[in-house]
Every structure is written in structure tokens, then in C-alpha cells.
């Protein structure tokens, strides 16, 4: 499951995930046999806690696909611990400085490069390698992924992109506008014009570039700009959109 995504992401090929904020296994499962690339379990607005981390990986890796974690803000501790519970990378909210990606890249990464604590007890089997083989390919394998997501992340976003171990940065349109707007909106046009830019200077620096995409049309938008790790949606919309069409299509004859 890990070995496989990380290089095609790496070479920005369009990898398409979505967030799940509905814990239960089952649904995962039945999200897992959809075309989707992966996930991300979504604990910071999500309903996902460790208990329900540990059940929705072993549902997305019946199906082949990893599954990424999203921690609450400030918890980078929880990261190694998604990690040995076998998450295929992390995507952590609110990274706005240089120091908060180093500490990020600490949890996430086994020396030299950051300060993991080796137990990769259910990472291993399911990545497929040997204890030896994991330590050696974890740094690769399971991703850093820094969210990009206020003024100040876009001020210091070269300086973000250039620590090491961060694998890539994940914009958040809605908290970017929030903060890029005082408060103002959640669809300011200043995070329009900052999306080219962001997806630029991750892919100068040789970074992936992902981005969350409330509908269709503007993750075609976003891949069109440069954005590879895009996640479509969440759970709960794909299922009241499709009963609101199913709906629809009923009451409309
Ligand atoms: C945001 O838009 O702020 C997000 O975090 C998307 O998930
Ligand atoms: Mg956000």
C-alpha cells in the first residue's frame, strides 16, 4: 500500500483523495471500492479519533489504498502515531512557520532527517517490507504534508517548502480566504489569485502541490493549475449529493 503511491505522487501525477469525516469502517469500505485514490481520515473537523484511525486504514487497505491522516491543530505528536498504526502520510493544519514544518517533519520522519520513535507496529506488516526494510524506506514512503492555510503560510511559504522532510504543501481555500479576508468570507478572490502561485513554487521546489476541491469543476481547476494531490470532497456530500440527484431524478418524471 505504501509502496506504491508515493513516487506517481511524487511525479505530480493527479492523485485523487477525498476527506472522510464519518468514522465508521463500513463506510470506508464501501468508499474503497470506488475509483478514489486514497483517503484522508479527518481528525481535526472530522469525527475520526485513533480508535476509528486505526479500523478505517486496515478498511482502505482491503482495497490497495492508502489512507492519509489529518491531525487536530497543534497535536504533531499523534503523527508517528498514525504512522505506526499504518497511515501513509500525514497532512497537518495550520503549518505557518519555518519551526512548525521542522516540528511536523520530527514526528513524521526517522533520524537523520527528523526524530520518529521507531514502532512501526502495524505499518510494517501492511507496507509489506521487513522491520529493516521500513526503517530504511519509511523517510520515502509515508509523507509530510504541510497545510497551507493563512497570510502568514504564504508569506513564509519558499521558507515552508525549503525544510527538509516536507514532502508537499495542501492548501486550504477556506481557511486561507478566512484569514486572507480578516474574517470576511470563505471564497475571497485574493485565494484565486494566490492558488498559481502556490502550486508554482511547490512544484519549483520539486514538492507536491495538493489542495482540498469542494466540487468537481474546481479540482479540474486546480489540477489544470498545477495541483496533483487534490481531495475531492468529503464523504457526507458524496452521499447527500447522490440522494439529492437520486432524489430529484424521481420527483422531476
Ligand atoms: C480549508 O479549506 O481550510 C480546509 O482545511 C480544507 O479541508
Ligand atoms: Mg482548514
Known amino acids: 500500500v505504501l509502496a506504491d503511491f508515493a513516487p506517481t505522487l511524487r511525479r505530480g501525477g493527479l492523485h485523487l ?13 464501501a468508499l474503497a471500492k470506488t475509483k478514489l485514490d486514497s483517503f484522508i481520515f479527518d481528525m481535526q473537523h472530522g469525527m475520526f479519533d485513533e480508535a476509528a484511525v486505526l479500523a478505517g486504514v486496515a478498511a482502505a487497505s482491503l482495497e490497495g489504498k492508502p489512507a492519509f491522516v489529518r491531525l487536530p ?16 502520510g500525514v497532512v497537518c493544519p495550520m503549518v505557518n512557520t519555518v519551526a512548525d514544518a521542522e516540528r511536523l517533519v520530527s514526528y513524521i520522519k526517522f533520524p537523520p532527517i527528523g526524530a520518529r520513535s521507531w514502532g512501526p507496529r502495524r505499518a510494517i506488516p501492511l507496507s509489506g517490507l521487513s522491520a529493516p526494510g521500513y526503517l530504511a524506506r519509511a523517510n520515502e514512503l509515508t509523507l509530510a504534508i504541510a497545510m497551507i492555510e493563512t497570510r502568514q503560510a504564504l508569506d513564509n511559504l519558499d521558507a515552508i517548502l525549503a525544510v527538509p522532510g516536507v514532502d508537499g504543501v495542501f492548501v486550504g481555500p477556506s481557511d486561507l480566504s478566512v484569514s486572507l479576508s480578516g474574517g470576511a468570507t470563505l471564497d475571497s478572490a485574493e485565494v484565486a489569485s494566490a492558488l498559481d502561485h502556490i502550486a508554482a513554487r511547490a512544484r519549483t521546489a520539486g514538492k507536491i502541490a495538493g489542495i482540498f476541491a469542494i466540487n468537481p469543476a474546481y479540482a479540474v481547476d486546480c489540477a489544470t493549475r498545477g495541483y496533483s494531490f487534490i481531495a475531492l470532497m468529503q464523504d457526507a456530500m458524496f452521499m447527500q449529493q447522490a440522494a439529492d440527484g437520486a432524489v430529484a431524478a424521481v420527483r422531476e418524471k
Do not use: H, M, Y
Open 17 to 29: 483523495s477525498t476527506f472522510c469525516q464519518l468514522p465508521d469502517p463500513n463506510a470506508i469500505e
Open 73 to 88: 491543530v497543534d497535536a504533531g505528536g499523534l503523527a508517528s502515531r498514525v504512522l505506526d498504526f499504518g497511515a501513509a
